[in-house]
């Protein structure tokens, strides 16, 4: 199945420092939607985002729809040590009676202290 | 409260035993997905349901089987067949449209002995 190109493959920080990760497909998405998970848990949504070129913000965490509809970046502005886990972005097609998503590998953030 | 609730978090088998993980959701989804997660990689789809009595195969069927006798309701069961059924298991639900983002269980791990 197809997968998205998502980078970095993992990020370590300090406290306060900005994180910014991005993800990539050779195809056009309707959809982007940015999850993250923390360990031995479901991966819970931070962002949703439906248009071209839309920008969307959710506390610390800015998520942007990239104007070709083939990438979206996600940016945490002031990391604080709850961060820490792994992102993924999601892209759906819209086919109506039949919406998939498919994911990223996911970007593991780290904090150091 | 509403949710997506699975059952059980761990689980450990013997080889060649069938086993069934539970899904359940009570936000009047129309659909369910079943993901696997193995470490370093993002999801992969093994079966989706958009409606009642009626699921398809995703990217990785092999060794899985499905039922969706119930809208609330969406079990996997882990068959013999499946080479490598050590993983963590994701089930999720969503409305079906244009904008039903993805919500996830808890996941459920098992571990074949």
């Known amino acids: 199945g197809q997968q998205l190109n998502q980078s970095p493959q993992s990020m370590f920080i300090q406290e306060g420092e900005d994180v910014s990760m991005n993800c990539t497909s050779s195809s056009i998405f309707n959809t982007w939607l940015w999850y993250k998970q923390d360990p031995g848990e479901g991966p819970v949504l931070l962002i949703a985002l439906y248009k071209a070129g839309e920008l969307t913000s959710n506390g610390r965490l800015t998520a942007q729809f990239g104007i070709t509809r083939k990438d979206s970046f996600l940016n945490i502005s002031a990391s604080i040590p709850s961060d820490v886990g792994i992102y993924f972005c999601?892209?759906?097609?819209?086919?109506?009676?039949?919406?998939?998503?498919?994911f990223g590998t996911g970007t593991r953030l780290t904090i150091i202290p | 409260d509403g949710g997506i609730t699975q059952s059980p978090k761990y689980l450990f088998r013997k080889e060649g035993q069938n086993v069934t993980l539970s899904c359940e959701q009570n936000?009047?989804?129309?659909?369910m997905y079943w993901y696997r997660q193995d470490p370093g990689q993002g999801l992969r789809l093994i079966y989706y349901?958009?409606?009642?009595?009626?699921?398809q195969k995703g990217d990785i069927a092999e060794g899985y089987s499905v039922s969706r006798e119930k809208k609330e309701s969406f079990p996997l069961t882990v068959t013999s067949a499946q080479k490598n059924p050590t993983a963590f298991y994701l089930c999720a639900s969503r409305w079906t449209g244009l904008t039903g983002e993805l919500f996830f269980g808890e996941g459920s791990r098992l571990t074949v002995l």
């Open positions: 349901s958009q409606i009642v009595n009626d699921f």
């Open positions: 936000l009047n989804h129309d659909a």
């Open positions: 999601a892209g759906q097609v819209t086919n109506f009676g039949n919406e998939k998503l498919t």
